[in-house]
């Protein structure tokens, strides 16, 4: 078993639940996995520190200037897979192996990381790590949300989270990840070079009609929440098929008052709606808040509508893009350029620093489940390409 391949099974059994994997921030489990990762950075003789932010920086301090970082993420969804992530972080360890084992001398610093609470499992606060080390805080939103307590039992200073700030020794930023989608499995191609990550719109509504008896209010007169609710559903899903830079999901719909026989009064439901360009997103949210309106209107229902996030999407660094180009000609692969339909922490970075992604297949398109899988002779040309990107940048 290659390095990799022997790292990325030790690094499942930390956490192991039920066939996935799960460790969430400032847990027991991500703790362990730091201090596993802590180990292997010090291994490669790297300064290993877990930051305030609770992010595992190994740095090969070396040369002059910005720094090249690169890495994922080790925290998971709820009994996720054993690749999200992981796959990143080791792949960036086996860049340095690599390197040194060459005898490469970097003329500038490299760094790798493991960013902390990536996935936001626990406290709904994506990126937290990612975020912290590129200064943008929100200590009123995480304290609200348990952040500060959690800190607190692991035994570390929530107010530090603000001297998590270190964006600025950076002067490039890579990572590799697996797709989450079945795109390059159906394609055949070995890997994908991000070109943007897409943007992320998220909205609640309410529809408030009229709950009546079931039998004897006639069909017509009715105003019936969910008819109108499920209206938006399938309005949304034919735009976004009618598409190819948007995609559409509601995965929360309640109903009341919720009986056998009553007609739904209230229908709550949650909108999920993302495009990789500029434009598609702004089409996209105009789409949403126009036929919401439009059918609560026609089925003379009221309407209350509330964006949760709205996260434009973000282009990645065409220089870095390139050099994944060459990298993978280099190495024999094959490729596409294809937009991430996920976030990820690349798409915080790329607000401060160049930055760049490349995906391996995902079996299925299957992940945040324990079916998540790559085979390993994908696994290690995405990490052979991503060394060889990183030695072209530090070279
Ligand atoms: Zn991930």
């Known amino acids: ?212 008896h079931a039998g004897t209010t006639p069909m017509d007169g009715r105003r019936d929440a969910l008819a109108g609710a499920s209206r938006i559903v399938l309005e949304l899903r034919e735009e976004a098929r009618a598409r190819e830079d948007m995609t559409a999901n509601v995965g929360i719909v309640s109903v009341e008052p919720g009986g056998f026989n009553v007609i739904p009064g209230l229908a709550e439901f949650t909108i999920d709606v993302r495009s990789p360009t500029a434009e598609g997103f702004e089409r996209a949210e105009a789409f949403v808040r126009e036929t919401v309106k439009r059918v609560a209107a026609e089925e003379g229902l009221g309407m209350e509508m509330s964006a949760t996030h709205r996260k434009p999407p973000v282009a990645l660094d065409q220089g870095l893009q390139d050099a994944l180009v060459g990298a993978a000609e280099a190495e024999g692969a094959s490729y596409r350029l294809m937009p991430s339909g996920a976030g990820h922490d690349a798409m915080v970075l790329a607000h401060h620093v160049p930055a760049a992604m490349l995906f391996v297949p995902s079996r299925g398109g299957i992940s945040h489940s324990p079916d998540e899988y790559t085979p390993p002779e994908q696994c290690e040309l995405g990490a052979r390409v991503l060394a060889r990107a990183v030695r072209g940048l530090v070279g």
């Open 1 to 212: 078993m290659s390095s990799l391949a022997a790292e990325l099974e030790a690094a499942a059994q930390i956490g192991a639940d039920g066939g996935g994997v799960s460790r969430f921030a400032w847990s027991p489990e991500l703790a362990q996995a730091n201090e596993w990762l802590i180990r292997r950075l010090e291994e490669l003789s790297l300064e290993a520190e877990l930051d305030p932010a609770g992010n595992v920086f190994g740095r090969w301090a070396v040369g002059e200037g910005s720094a090249v970082l690169v890495g994922s993420h080790l925290d998971t969804v709820p009994r996720g897979g054993r690749y999200d992530g992981a796959l990143g972080v080791l792949a960036a360890l086996a860049t340095v192996r690599v390197l040194r084992a060459e005898g490469v001398e970097p003329k500038r610093p490299l760094w790798v990381v493991s960013f902390n609470d990536e996935e936001g499992s626990r406290f709904q606060t994506g990126m937290l790590g990612s975020r912290a080390f590129c200064g943008e805080v929100d200590l009123e939103d995480w304290r609200r949300r348990g952040v500060a307590d959690a800190m607190a039992r692991a035994g570390v200073d929530f107010d530090q989270l603000t001297s998590a700030r270190a964006v600025d020794g950076v002067g490039a930023y890579l990572e590799l990840h697996i797709e989450q989608g079945p795109v390059l499995e159906q394609s055949g191609e070995d890997l994908g070079i991000v070109t943007a990550i897409t943007g992320l719109l998220g909205f609640r509504v309410k529809l408030l009609g009229a709950a009546n």
